[in-house]
């Protein structure tokens, strides 16, 4: 387990700079430790570079960012090892009970990289540790110092390298303790240590799937909270970057960049979090760190693209990536020739997917199709149809968002969500509502069927019903048309919208052997989590005839 370089940390954080005052150039504030930059006239540094150096040699260690009353406030760490760590001091606060002072992302010289809550110059809480080469792939929890090593301490999660498999539990020094879940791929079976003895595989009963859910939310609810953290971090330092840069050329500091092939490297992954971006891998503003949601989209590629290249280096990265947007494109173009001359747009529903390349939609949004295509022009199929119950299930590109289904009963009340692209000819975009259950059953008491009061329209058939932790309970299907019921009874009703009940999903995607992840209740998820999840996994269904 890895621990980091603390000497120029800490000794930098103590440093209190004396007649320093404006701007200034290669200032000595301390012996060996020499400050180019701006002074306040306190004699404290405000902005600018302290650089590692005895008489005329750089030693390579330095810090470069803003400071408050004289300590490193947000910047970036350089280590004359290479590694380097981007930074945020914050107050001492606690989060899951353990105290932290900082925020940031460290990488070692062998791109090993750690980010988290860290207290002075340490882990310590919610965390994640990349490995390069070793047993374990990925550790993802509350992590602390133990033993000389970081290990985690609390709920986590463990990947292995060999074959990509998942462990959730809870953690003490780095073993797990108790009942531990492994999910390779879609599959989930519970283990139990006790001990030091492992036994099993089991099936998950029902307080097993509710600890999973409970550890498998912690961990996406705290890695999302992070994320948060980390873009604040950037965008602070972005802002602080140019003026910075600008200030220590104008001091004539040519050490702002001192190792070349480190710069290089950095515009290198710049150069990669665009293209991951492009094709619609999310890594955030492409900044040069390789933080935690690049390493997560770069994963993700290598995974969709079967690349099994364990030391794949940036720069034949960067190439695969040019190769597969090349690839996009001829796609696309190949698919949209494909449509016959004279093919005419008819309609369009929603759809969502269920697994890599499974797609949920209504069958009377495809019935008199003979060509499907989504928003970017490729080419859906049809693997699926359930006439009675308006289901059908397409396959289109693979995709690594898909949602959950649920297995809990519906009941009324429940607050959900609907998504999908209604009136899309106008709208031209993804929309997003909310409501709640209001009756278990359809028209002429369909027990297949369920009331909800979130609004639909033209386009929204076949979207997914939400519910609050994030699964499907349920398909769009129709709404009441006003003109009918208003010349039949002379008012216009109301909340009269409509969905198919999730179990009829469920049993139409065992019949045809389509994969797909059933959850039980957990931890409530926020609306604006709910919504990216579902944009993210929702697919526009266009019909030619």
């Known amino acids: 387990m890895r621990v980091i370089l603390i000497a120029f940390a800490l000794l930098s954080n103590s440093l209190i700079a004396q007649d320093c005052n404006g701007a200034v150039n290669n200032f000595e504030i301390y012996e060996d430790w020499f400050f180019t930059g701006i002074c306040n006239n306190q004699g404290q540094r405000e902005i600018g570079e302290t650089l590692y150096k005895t008489g005329d040699e750089n030693h390579g260690d330095r810090q470069v960012g803003t400071y408050e009353n004289g300590v490193f406030k947000v910047g970036v760490y350089y280590w004359s ?12 606060t606690y989060r899951n009970s353990l105290p932290y002072d900082n925020i940031g992302t460290y990488i070692w010289d062998d791109d090993d990289q750690a980010w988290g809550y860290w207290l002075s110059n340490n882990l310590n809480g ?24 970081y290990r985690l301490n609390g ?19 780095g073993g797990a303790i108790g009942d531990v879940y492994y999910q390779l791929g879609d599959k989930v079976d519970k283990y139990s240590r006790i001990s030091g003895n492992t036994t099993g595989p089991f099936k998950l009963n029902s307080a097993d799937w509710d600890r999973y859910n409970l550890i498998f939310e912690f961990i996406d609810k705290e890695r999302d909270q992070f994320n948060k953290e980390h873009a604040k971090t950037v965008e602070i330092n972005e802002n602080h970057d140019q003026t910075l840069n600008f ?16 710069s290089s490297s950095i515009e290198t992954i710049a150069s990669i979090q665009e293209l991951l971006n492009e094709l619609n891998y999310s890594t955030g503003t492409p900044d040069g760190i390789l933080g935690p949601r690049t390493q997560a989209a770069i994963t993700a590629f290598k995974f969709e693209n079967d690349i099994d290249a364990e030391n794949l280096s940036n720069a034949d990265l960067l190439i695969l990536l040019q190769l597969a947007i090349r690839s996009e494109v001829n796609q696309s ?9 004279g093919s005419k747009l008819v309609g369009s529903g929603s759809g969502f997917y269920i697994s890599r390349n499974a797609i949920v939609t209504n069958f009377h949004v495809i019935a008199e199709c003979n060509y499907l295509e989504d928003s970017n022009s490729n080419r859906l199929e049809i693997l699926a149809e359930d006439r009675v119950n308006d289901l059908a299930l397409l396959s289109g ?6 949602l959950n289904l649920s297995l809990d009963k519906i009941e009324v009340g429940d607050q959900v969500y609907t998504a999908g692209f209604p009136y899309n000819d106008v709208i031209d975009g993804f929309n997003f509502t909310d409501g709640s259950v209001s009756s278990l059953f359809g028209l002429n008491r369909n027990t297949s069927e369920f009331q909800i009061t979130a609004p639909i329209q033209p386009g929204n058939s076949g979207g997914p019903i939400i519910n609050e932790n994030g699964s499907v309970i349920g398909v769009v299907v129709y709404r009441l048309d006003d003109s009918t019921i208003a010349d039949q009874t002379g008012t216009l009703p ?15 995607a065992d019949l045809y052997n389509i994969e797909y992840v059933a959850k039980k209740k957990s931890a409530t998820m926020s609306a604006r989590s709910i919504a990216r999840n579902a944009e993210s996994s929702s697919v526009l269904v266009k019909c030619y005839e």
Do not use: C
């Open 81 to 92: 090892s290479g590694a380097i760590k981007l930074y945020r001091n914050v107050e001492e």
């Open 126 to 149: 919610f965390g994640q540790i990349e490995y390069q080469s070793g047993d374990i792939k990925r550790e993802v929890g509350v992590i602390t110092l133990s033993d000389g090593g």
């Open 155 to 173: 709920y986590g999660l463990r990947v292995m390298a060999e074959d990509d498999g998942h462990w959730y539990g809870f953690w003490k020094d």
């Open 247 to 262: 200030r220590l050329a104008a001091l004539g500091s040519n050490q702002a960049n001192p190792d070349p092939n480190r």
């Open 333 to 341: 173009i190949e698919s949209a020739s494909e449509v016959k001359i």
């Open 397 to 402: 590109p693979t995709t690594r968002n898909y």
């Open 494 to 508: 109301q909340n009269m919208n409509y969905g198919i009940k999730g179990y009829i999903l469920k049993n139409f």
